[in-house]
């Protein structure tokens, strides 16, 4: 059963610098994509940064491109997000999501299971 827990969310001012982390059990990082997307309040879930099946293969979206890294750690089962240069614009409820198997994608629908999710805020 795969689990999927967020945490390191939190209300940060801009120009700050935040880490999520995401504990995956019942995952093999080496046969899936796992990724962060976002969701603010009225707006649709937004693909924000992947890292492939190979651990060498990292996309972004290009509002957080150059200030937000996506890593992983196979020994400890967790991917973790972090955020530097903080915006407001970056408020929002972040999720954690693995990939079906070998699907390389910023398209939610190709995510079978997502976290619960932890909230970022941003003050200006």
């Known amino acids: 059963q795969v689990q999927l827990v967020e945490s390191g969310g939190g209300l940060m001012q801009a120009g700050g610098s935040l880490r999520l982390s995401c504990a995956a059990s019942g995952v093999t990082f080496s046969l899936y994509t796992m990724a962060w997307f976002r969701q603010a309040p009225g707006k649709e879930r937004e693909f924000v940064a992947a890292?492939?099946?190979?651990?060498?293969?990292?996309d972004y979206v290009d509002s957080v491109q150059g200030r937000f890294t996506i890593s992983r750690d196979s020994a400890k089962n967790t991917v973790y997000l972090q955020m530097n240069s903080l915006k407001p614009e970056d408020t929002a409820a972040y999720y954690c999501?693995?990939?079906?198997?070998?699907?390389?994608?910023?398209?939610?629908?190709?995510?079978?299971?997502w976290g619960q999710g932890t909230q970022v805020t941003v003050s200006s």
């Open positions: 890292i492939k099946w190979n651990g060498g293969t990292t």
């Open positions: 999501a693995r990939s079906r198997p070998f699907i390389w994608s910023r398209n939610h629908n190709d995510y079978s299971d």
